[in-house]
Nanobody, 126 residues
Framework: QVQLVESGGGLVQAGGSLRLSCAAS????????MGWFRQAPGKEREFVAA????????YYSDSVKGRFVISRDNTKNTVYLQMNSLKPEDTAVYYC???????????????????WGQGTQVTVSS
């Protein structure tokens, strides 16, 4: 059974950094597309970044490009999101998602992802 568990969220001041982790189970032997999304109160879920499990193709939204870095450690079945130069606009619940390699679609479409974690809160104060 596939499970995704996010961690690493918290409260930071603007300009600070956080590193989110997504521990995955049940995803072995598949080139899953792993994505990070975020959702603020009253807003729709927004794409942040994505990376393929076994191929280092990375994707970023324009709002985080140059500040956030997505990476993964296949030996630990963990995906990371290093967030630097954080802004108050980055405040949201951050979700980890996994898309089976048999699926297709655009990378920033949350509808294509099959599995989701419960999310971790990131709050950036001004």
């Amino acid at each position: 059974q596939v499970q995704l568990v996010e961690s690493g969220g918290g409260l930071v001041q603007a300009g600070g950094s956080l590193r989110l982790s997504c521990a995955a189970s049940g995803l072995t032997f598949s080139n899953y597309l792993m994505g990070w999304f975020r959702q603020a109160p009253g807003k729709e879920r927004e794409f942040v970044a994505a990376v393929r499990w076994f191929v280092m193709n990375t994707y970023y939204s324009d709002s985080v490009k140059g500040r956030f870095v997505i990476s993964r450690d296949n030996t630990k079945n963990t995906v990371y999101l290093q967030m630097n130069s954080l802004k108050p606009e980055d405040t949201a619940v951050y979700y980890c998602a996994a898309d089976r390699p048999i699926n297709g679609g655009v990378v920033d479409d949350p509808a294509r992802y099959d599995y989701w974690g419960q999310g971790t809160q990131v709050t950036v104060s001004s």
